[in-house]
């Protein structure tokens, strides 16, 4: 097995059956790496592509489409990004980071509604300012 070829799915076939019986895991876990584990594999089932003229066939496994499954996720990902692009304003922009000392936390926590106004006010001030 080459090392910059291997994937979770291997990793996990490697070590998860010792991990798991060491540590207490949540069940949402177990559920991800048995979806992982069993991702594009015949427990999943999947179907035969068959030439016409009876020279190739081929079986394609189905995979599990967990959003943790990186081979799964990846058209997930590819999908979301395509509509945060679509968002973007079509113009020359900037995306601007007001960060809030940590003193003010507990008191946002609070009044979230009154602080963030007040936060916005004084960006808006600022940026304007600017």
Partial sequence: MRADKITLQQI???GYTAYACKHRLPDYVRR???AILVCRTAVLGGHVQVCPEGHLD???YHSCQHRMC???A???IERWLVRQKARLLACEHS???FPMPHE???LWLANVAVMTQLVF???HETWFAL
Wanted: overall charge positive; glycine content about 0%.
């Fill in 12 to 14: 996990l076939q490697m």
């Fill in 32 to 34: 991800a790496v048995w």
């Fill in 58 to 60: 081929r079986i394609w």
């Fill in 70 to 72: 990186p081979p799964c």
């Fill in 74 to 76: 990846w058209l997930q």
């Fill in 95 to 97: 995306h601007v980071i």
């Fill in 104 to 106: 003010l936390h507990a």
């Fill in 121 to 123: 006010a004084s960006v």
